[in-house]
Nanobody, 121 residues
Framework: QVQLAESGGGLVQAGGSLRLSCAASGSIFRINAMGWYRQAPGKQRELVAAIISGGPTNYADSVKGRFTISRDNAKNTVDLQMSSLIPEDTAVYYC???????????????WGQGTQVTVSS
């Protein structure tokens, strides 16, 4: 099994910054990508940012220029630096790992429990 431990959420005023961190542990054979998703009340879960093994990154249009994703391959961690936060960024943020637990295993998506980010106006 894969465990994802998230930290760093909280309450911040608009214009402020927060940094989310996620550490993966457990049975990990290969990671294809790690990233962050978010889900606001009454809305579907959406991609915020992801980083593919090898380096390419992908950001939601709404966070480009404000959020930066980074990854430490040796430690199996992924961070999300969030700046210039706006109330619309309020959501539960989930860490995601896409990969295999064994060489013969199918590729799967693994999720953290989520961390709340609240941006006050």
């Amino acid at each position: 099994q894969v465990q994802l431990a998230e930290s760093g959420g909280g309450l911040v005023q608009a214009g402020g910054s927060l940094r989310l961190s996620c550490a993966a542990s457990g049975s990990i054979f290969r990671i294809n990508a790690m990233g962050w998703y978010r889900q606001a009340p009454g809305k579907q879960r959406e991609l915020v940012a992801a980083i593919i093994s090898g380096g390419p990154t992908n950001y939601a249009d709404s966070v480009k220029g404000r959020f930066t994703i980074s990854r430490d391959n040796a430690k199996n961690t992924v961070d999300l630096q969030m700046s210039s936060l706006i109330p619309e960024d309020t959501a539960v943020y989930y860490c995601n790992l896409n990969g295999r637990t064994r060489s013969w295993a199918t590729i799967g998506d693994y999720w953290g429990q989520g961390t709340q980010v609240t941006v006050s106006s």
